[in-house]
Each structure stands twice: as structure tokens, then as C-alpha cells.
């Protein structure tokens, strides 16, 4: 299930990006999106920088919120509003960390978040060629709690120790998967991202 939802999203990334994008190797970075100290990864010695990072939610039937934070590696959304696509990326990556809680759609909430109550996933070091990416990833069983506070206008969201399972998006029913731990921390500014 999470893998259907993951790629059903990633289907719409995909299909604006490429209704949006006029081809062009300049990787210029709008960072429009929300700003502060990003997420950087190297995942199978593929080095990945999550500067970009919105939030999205949705009211839930049972008194909760479905919230979904987006990290991204480029302003999806800025470019979409913006409409100078001649720079867009030759790669990009995408990964969302969504979990229901209680609160309201209109405000990120604060607190700690098991690990059993959260997901991660998303695609790494994709090319309008390959909208797979090169790696799907999702958190592993082995990770710690997800923790968001707020200081003013910024947040900080951590998880600690977040293991990140990984593999080639054609090997994802073979079991062929890897691993790595890596220490989630970003601080600063998180957008409302816009709804279409």
C-alpha cells in the first residue's frame, strides 16, 4: 500500500514536471521553497540535497489530519507558478515524511511521532527520461521517532537515527534491498505548499 501511494504521487510530480519542463542541463536551484538548513544524503554514493520543503494536509473522517512533508531537491512548485521552465533540472529527488495526527489542516503541528506512526518515502536522482528515479527509498523499523518543534516562523523536523531502505525502483518485488542510518535534521522555514 505505501509503495502504491508513493508512486501515485510521484506519477503526479512526474506528469507536471513534464508538461512543465523544456529540456536544459543548467541545474540552476530556485530555493523559493521553504528555506533553512537542508537535508543532505548519500544513499548508494548518490548525494542527494533536500533544500526545498512544503507541507500539505488533509482532514481526515476520524477527527485526525493527514499531514505530508514534502522535501525536494528543486521548487516543483515554483516552477509551476513561476513559469520560466528553461531551467529546469537535469535531476531531481523527491522524498515525503506524512503522518496522521490531531490538529487542524491549517497549522503544522508540534510533538514526537513513533515511529510506527509515520512514513517516509519518496525517489531519488530522477531524469525526465527516467521518473523512476535511480533509488525508491522508505524508513526501516530501525528508526527512531520523528520530532517537529517550532521557534517563530521556524521548525525543526529530526529523526534521529532514520534508517533508509533503499533499492532500484525495477527491483522493488525482488527483495533486493539496502540500508544506511543517517541523522534527519532540518531547520528553518516550512511553505504551505499550493493546491491545484
Known amino acids: 500500500m505505501k509503495i502504491e501511494r508513493f508512486f501515485s504521487k510521484l506519477l503526479l510530480v512526474a506528469v507536471l514536471c513534464t508538461f512543465c519542463a523544456c529540456s536544459s542541463d543548467d541545474d540552476e ?26 507541507w500539505a494536509s488533509e482532514a481526515n473522517d476520524d477527527n485526525t489530519t493527514y499531514y505530508e512533508l514534502q522535501f525536494m531537491s528543486f521548487d516543483m512548485y515554483a516552477y509551476q507558478e513561476g513559469g ?17 495526527a490531531p490538529g487542524s489542516p491549517s497549522e ?27 533509488y525508491y527509498v522508505e524508513e526501516g523499523s530501525a528508526s527512531s521517532d520523528l520530532v517537529i518543534t517550532r521557534d517563530g516562523n521556524n521548525y525543526t523536523i529530526s529523526i534521529p537515527s532514520l534508517e533508509i531502505v533503499y533499492s532500484d525502483p525495477k527491483e522493488v518485488g525482488s527483495g533486493r534491498w539496502n540500508s544506511t542510518t543517517v541523522n534527519w535534521n532540518y531547520t528553518g522555514t516550512v511553505k504551505k505548499a499550493p493546491q491545484y
Open 29 to 54: 536551484d530556485l530555493n523559493t521553497g521553504g528555506s533553512g538548513q537542508g537535508i543532505s544524503l548519500n544513499i548508494g554514493g548518490t548525494n542527494i540535497n533536500l533544500n526545498n520543503v512544503y
Open 108 to 134: 503544522l503541528p508540534v510533538g514526537t511521532f513513533s515511529e510506527d506512526d509515520y512514513d517516509l518515502s519518496g525517489a531519488l536522482d530522477m531524469t525526465l527520461d527516467n521518473e523512476e528515479g535511480r
Open 84 to 100: 520560466d521552465f528553461s531551467s529546469f533540472p537535469s535531476s531531481y529527488s523527491v522524498v515525503y515524511l506524512s503522518f496522521d
